[in-house]
């Protein structure tokens, strides 16, 4: 059973965006979810979606107190 074009899409750019926010943390330690919106011109749905997911694989780390995103181990 083959993928659709459209379904392949899809995923091609949820691991671009998730790039595209990691790409973020080149020129910056640390991120806030306003200002990772302002950076990437993604939703805040797929921010935290996508940071959520980051994190749970350890790729980025946050920190609760000040509520920002940095770079996991």
Known sequence: MGV????????VESV??????LDRFA???RYNVKQLIEKTGLTRNRIMRLCGT???????????ASKTFSLGF
């Not at 659709?4 to 995923?11: A, G």
């Not at 671009?16 to 926010?21: M, Y």
């Open 16 to 21: 671009l965006s998730a790039l595209q926010i």
């Open 54 to 64: 980051l994190v749970k694989q350890n790729y980025l780390v946050q920190d609760l």
């Open 4 to 11: 659709s074009t459209k379904q392949s899409l899809r995923h």
């Open 27 to 29: 020129t910056e330690p």
